[in-house]
């Protein structure tokens, strides 16, 4: 059976809290940002994790180096005491939203390309139409 790690980074990225959801499964980890706006409480977070997570749009998965091994309470204690005080988000979770952001980036653009070329279409059906109305007779 597959493991699955998450991890939920909250911070304040001017001028909105943000926060970064970290799930590392099969040894390849997938991001997903999320904008809280005000300062989220801890049961603001817990409930929207609840409630939301199932919807979330993870970003592709990129390949991660997964430690396993079992670590002292105390020791783990200090480490989120760490992270707690260091600011932003992991490299490997940079690259995967950016490459989120990508792929969105090309989407758009595939679509807006599409959107551009039907109303080209359109307007040379309407401009035929009318050369043809004006040709018939009176």
Known sequence: MDEVTGKLTVYFEDPF???VFERIQGGKLSV????????????DVYGFVLEF????????AVKANVRKST???KRMQREAGRQMKT???????QQALQ????????ERK???RE??????????QLKQQKRKAKHRGH
């Open 32 to 43: 997903c940002k999320v904008t809280f706006g005000a300062e989220p409480k801890d049961y």
């Open 71 to 73: 670590r002292n309470p």
């Open 115 to 124: 959107q551009r070329e039907e109303e080209q279409r359109r307007r040379f």
């Open 99 to 106: 490459l989120q952001r990508e792929q969105l980036k090309t």
């Open 17 to 19: 809290w943000v926060g």
């Open 87 to 93: 600011v932003g988000i992991g490299t490997k979770s």
């Open 53 to 60: 997570y199932d919807q979330l749009e993870f970003s592709p």
């Open 110 to 112: 595939a679509q807006s």
